[in-house]
Structure formats: C-alpha cells, structure tokens
C-alpha cells in the first residue's frame, strides 16, 4: 500500500492535510493517473500506461448527438436523476437479448457518470466503516481507494499468477464476520484475465452462504479474444439481492471522455445507489446520455472493429515481449487490454522500475503495486494505444534494457 502513495512522492506533489477529513485523508490519486502526470513534467513520453484506447467516437455516435444538440431544447436540461428513460429501456432490451438479464428499466437500471461513478456509489451503498472487502488481486487500483473512502477495509487475496485466475480456496479462507463484500472484474483489468465459469459459479456459491454482496465490474464485458465468451456474475437469479453490476460504454464505443455508464441491481438496492447520484452528480450529463442511446441504438460494426484491433495489438505487445523474454515474464491476455509484465530484476520495487524507465527511457508503464501488493515486481502494460506507439515504446525499452540499467 505504501508504494502506491509513492507515486504522489514521485511527482513532487504534497497535499495539504490539516483540516482534511480522515476519510480523504487516506485515498490517493491512483498512479494510473499519476504517471502521466509525472510524463508531462519529463516530456517526450510515449505510453503503454493509461487505459485509454486510440480510437475516435464513431461519426455516428458524434452526429447523433449534434443533431441532438442542434434541434431538441431540452438538449442542454438535466434529465430524470436514473437517466433517460428512452436509454434505460434501451439497455433493459440490450441486456435482455445479448446477456439474457431481465433488468426492470424503471427501476433495476440507473445512468451514471461513467462505471466510476456507479462503482463508487456501489461501495458507499453497502460497505460501513470497519467492513472488510475481498479484492482478489491484482486489483483495479480505484477499487482501493472506493473501499478506502467508505472507511471499509480492503482485503487482498492473490490471483494465482501462473494464469491470474482466481483462487476459490483462498478467497472462501478470508471470508470471516466482517466481510461485506467482494468486488470482482471480468474481464480483468490489470492481468487480462477472463476468469473461469466454474470458479465464478464457486464465488457466487461463498456470497450467497455467507450473505455478501458482489460488485461485479463489467466495463470490459465486450472484449474478450480468440473466440472466447466472458462469463458473468451478473445474471444470476441467485444472487439478484446481493449483486450490484457496473457496465460502461468508454471502452466498448470509444466514448471514455463522454462519462456515461449504468448500474444494474434490485431495485432495493437502486433505490439506495440513487440516493449519493443525487447527491453527488443529480444526473450524468445529458448530451452523453444521448451518445450512449446512439451507441446502442446504431450499427455495432465499430464494436467488431475495435475487439478486432485491439486483439491485433496484443498480439503485436506479447510478441514484442516474447523478444524480451530474458527481461520479462508474462501470461497472455484473454480479454481487456492490459497485461502484467513481471521483470525478472531482483531488489527493485515497481515504483521504482517504472520511475526510471519513465525517466531513462521515456516509457510510461503502470507500477504493479498500485494494483494491490500482489502487483509487485510488475509493471502493467496497456495496448490500447496504436501499433506504431506500442512498437516506439517496445523499442525504447529495448534499448534500455541494452544498456543494462540494473547492473550493480
Ligand atoms: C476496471 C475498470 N473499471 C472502471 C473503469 C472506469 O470506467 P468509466 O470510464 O466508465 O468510468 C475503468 C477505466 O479504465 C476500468 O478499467
């Protein structure tokens, strides 16, 4: 935990604490967002770090909501608190024939400010001070700090790193009377893991006994390669009373300056998720609603297009560390577009290897650590940026490499 809060040492930043609550107090910015920042300062960077993926908002999702703009006055209005109905039922339907969950639009489907958002009311909804959160980990690092500001307590239990699935065994031994919840990615961000149907059956099986929620980020939902399927928490009647889904449409349609995504859960536990939207952000904004209806309603020729390039991509980045085999080790993505690269220099901390090959070779990659301390000794690798910058960063790094930087 402490090398994540490194990252903030690292940029040169110190953050006023007199007066600041506890609660605030104990979250960071993650260093996903970090070390771009620390980029800028050093210049030149090219970036295998944030998840942000190349590609444009398709044309028919920006003239959509231009003529949206242009001829409806209510264009620039909040809309209902929950979202636009026209969208809610659009994905009640998109659920429906695609997931085969029925989603009650009016009251089981909320839009919020991105998945963020939804997973940040997720946590706040169910998880009270001293509460205990599974993390299996490697995590998403927001996941911390959502559990951390809810005054809960996250609690990492380690992916198995021959192939980042989840270890059934480990997660039912900490399961004890103070864990409230378990929040679950899939496909997974940082590995690329798509996790196994039998051990996410297991995991359903351990919340219903011990009455846990699930908070299942699906944000990755669409991208899964090689023909695979992703199978999901989220539709299963046995666990309606205790799952909260978060879904997005910023990977899935290009769209992750837009900030729309949606939440899926009873409607008791809605109601109550609702409750901190209002407070915290009313509705999400109008116009991306609006995008996001376009998304759905329109071809999702461009959903292929973007699954298709990105599993290009990763081919292109695994092959690229193939090469550096005597410097890294790796498992292949299944889904997402993200892989942990473990280095195989002995005495380093991630912070500190991704510091210097930011600074030495001008490559910004994630440090493992923010991602819980099972991401030690990694650094997280995204290929969501194009081929040409994949192939100027791996050539960096080899350079680098070359040279030895860790030779004592
Ligand atoms: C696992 C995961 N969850 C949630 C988010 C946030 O998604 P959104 O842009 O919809 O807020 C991201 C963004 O990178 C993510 O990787």
């Known amino acids: 935990m402490e090398l994540i809060r490194s990252a903030l040492v690292a940029s040169g930043k110190t953050y006023r604490t007199e007066g600041i609550s ?4 104990q979250i960071t910015i993650s260093a996903i967002k970090e070390m771009p920042l620390i980029a800028s300062r050093v210049g030149g960077c090219v970036s295998l770090g ?13 003239d959509a909501v231009c003529r949206f703009l242009k001829n409806n006055p209510d264009s620039g209005k909040y809309t209902l608190g929950p979202g636009m109905p026209e969208l809610r039922s659009a994905i009640s339907r998109y659920l429906h024939e695609q997931r085969g969950i029925v989603a009650d639009p009016d009251g089981e489907i909320g839009i919020t400010v991105g998945a963020m958002e939804a997973l940040s ?13 599974i993390l299996p980990s490697p995590n998403y690092a927001s996941h911390i700090e959502q559990v951390l500001l809810a005054e809960g307590v996250p609690v990492f239990v380690p992916l198995r790193e021959e192939d980042w699935q989840l270890d059934i065994d480990a997660i039912r ?21 798509s ?18 929620f699930v908070i299942s980020d699906e944000t990755y939902d669409f991208l899964v390669y090689d023909h695979g399927k992703c199978f999901s928490l989220s539709g299963m009647p046995e666990l309606k009373e205790r799952m909260i889904a978060t879904f997005s449409f910023s990977k899935k349609y290009a769209m992750t300056g837009w900030r729309v995504g949606y939440v899926f859960a009873s409607e008791g536990i809605l109601d109550q998720m609702m409750k901190i939207h209002d ?7 109008t116009l991306s609603q609006y995008a996001a209806l376009a998304a759905l309603d329109g071809t999702q020729d461009c959903v292929d297009d ?8 990763r081919d292109l980045a695994c092959s690229r560390l193939d090469a550096l085999a005597d410097f890294f080790g790796y498992v292949k993505p299944r889904g997402a577009y993200y892989l942990m690269a473990r280095y195989r220099v002995r005495g380093v901390d991630s912070m500190t290897f991704a510091l210097r090959l930011l600074r030495e070779a001008r490559v910004i990659t994630i440090p493992g650590a923010a991602f819980g301390p099972a991401g030690e000794n990694h650094v997280r690798i995204s290929f969501g940026g194009t081929e040409e910058e994949i192939n ?17």
């Open 50 to 62: 944030q998840g942000i993926p190349s590609f444009p908002t398709p044309s028919h999702i920006v």
């Open 22 to 25: 506890r609660r605030v107090r």
């Open 121 to 133: 009311a997720a946590v706040l909804t169910v998880v009270d001070r001293g509460d205990e959160v």
């Open 195 to 212: 996790f196994a149907e039998r051990d996410l059956r297991e995991l359903a099986r351990i919340a219903a006994e011990h009455d846990l």
């Open 392 to 408: 100027e960063a791996f050539d960096r790094m080899e350079r680098w490499l070359a040279n030895n930087p860790f030779r004592t």
């Open 306 to 313: 973007i699954r298709s390039a990105l599993a290009s991509r």
């Open 173 to 193: 031994a900490a399961v004890n009377s103070r864990t409230k919840a378990i929040v679950l990615c899939n496909p997974h961000n940082p590995t690329g893991a």
């Open 279 to 285: 407070a915290t952000a009313i509705c999400a904004p």
